[in-house]
């Protein structure tokens, strides 16, 4: 068994990647497992690998580092009711510190420590390429702070969505970061594309992507930022949208990233789950614009409940978050002259990151 944990920030494509490595692995006869991590309880990424066929377990409520038992429960989870040749475990983008807070204490505490682990940190290469050129990131300081680190931390950095790039400014993208990153592993990555996802693969097989250094970190800036960016999860269910149910998602949503960045709020992550009888649909905004996602959009079948799981990571106060969001739900259910109900809410600032373990290379 090997296990893949994937680090790197909010957005950047470590949910797209797993789903293309696993569909790609188990077409070549293995079993895979994945480990989803969020702050909240309802994760949209857990659903997501659920609607691919993909045997998913969670670690809710924090992340890996400040639950590494329940992580470590959740390995022998997958273990006794799948027995994966490959795991992939994603932690939450805004995450840092998991080589010596996870992978050692893996290595260390597990009775099959045998096991190869690697880490890939995934970077959105147009944040990536903000950030090189020197340019402010659109989030706090602090939260530009894990950003920085988190890329720091990685032996191995997969430059993502590199098809977003025109191919002049992608190769100089690929040769700023390796001069920038000296030593590190670094790739670039279509993460919906088959053959790319082979190459990433292929690269995890053949080298050491963990690294033997211990990140320097610093706690408060760390805890600040991960405090700055509010965490929501709403569940909800909408009936009675008859024919419009499609046009009234496309208005709830398009409401809710308007009035979200109206506001100046940096979004780290936005994503929406919709399902109604078989029809589903992944709705996702980060820093960047997302254009053309209504496509994703599909006809629901009337007389369908329409439910909905939202997930944000936004830079601002939990509390105006939670506000902003249920007006935008209320307001356009009472457009729409549709029916809600909410299953559940919850929204907050996560509090200071504390781990379980934390354990100083050198491996
Ligand atoms: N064009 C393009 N989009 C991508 C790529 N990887 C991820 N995305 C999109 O980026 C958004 C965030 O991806 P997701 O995997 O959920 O990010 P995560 O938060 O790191 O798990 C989604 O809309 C994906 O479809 C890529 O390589 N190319
Ligand atoms: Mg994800």
């Not at 409520?61 to 994603?90: K, M, R, S």
């Not at 790739?187 to 320097?216: F, G, K, Y």
């Not at 506000?323 to 109900?341: I, P, Q």
Request: charge should be negative; include cysteine; aromatic fraction near 8%.
């Amino acid at each position: 068994m090997k296990i893949h944990l994937l680090g790197g920030f909010l957005g950047a494509g470590k949910t797209t990647a797993i789903i293309g490595a696993a569909k790609l692995l188990m077409s070549r006869g293995n079993t895979v497992g994945i480990i989803t991590n969020d702050q909240g309880k309802y994760l949209v990424d857990t659903a997501f690998f659920r609607l691919a066929d993909l045997p998913t377990v969670e670690v809710t409520g924090g992340c890996f580092c400040c639950n590494y038992g329940e992580f470590d429960e959740q390995i022998d989870a997958l273990i006794e009711t799948v027995q994966p040749d490959v795991i992939f475990a994603e932690s939450v983008g805004s995450c840092a510190d998991l080589v010596a807070t996870v992978i050692r204490p893996l290595h260390e505490f597990r009775a099959d420590s045998e096991v190869p682990t690697t880490y890939s940190v995934i970077v959105d290469g147009r944040l990536l390429q903000l950030f090189l050129a020197g340019e402010d990131l659109p989030f706090s300081d602090n939260v530009s702070y894990i950003f920085e680190k988190q890329i720091e931390e990685s032996a191995l950095l997969v430059i993502n969505k590199i098809d977003l790039l025109p191919a002049g400014v992608a190769a100089r993208l690929i040769t700023a970061a390796q001069q920038a990153y000296p030593g590190k592993g670094i790739l670039a990555q279509n993460s919906l594309h088959e053959d790319s996802i082979a190459a990433w693969l292929d690269m995890l097989e053949t080298m050491d992507s963990v690294p033997a250094h211990t990140l320097e970190l610093d706690y408060d800036r760390y805890g600040a930022g991960e405090g700055d960016l509010a965490w929501l999860d709403e569940r909800l269910h909408f009936s009675g949208a008859a024919e419009q149910g499609r046009e009234f998602v496309i208005s709830l949503v398009s409401d809710l990233e308007r009035r979200i960045r109206g506001q100046k709020f940096p979004i780290g992550h936005l994503k929406i789950e919709v399902t109604a009888g078989t029809a589903n649909a992944k709705i996702s905004f980060t820093a960047l614009e997302t254009p053309g996602w209504e496509q994703a959009v599909p006809i629901f079948p009337p007389g369908k409940t329409i439910t909905m799981l939202i997930n944000g990571r936004v830079q601002c106060p939990a509390d105006t978050l939670q506000r902003l969001v249920e007006t935008t739900v209320s307001e356009t259910a009472g457009a729409y002259g549709v029916f809600l109900v909410e299953e559940a809410l919850d929204a907050f600032n996560p509090g200071f990151p504390n781990p379980t373990h934390r354990m100083a290379g050198s491996r």
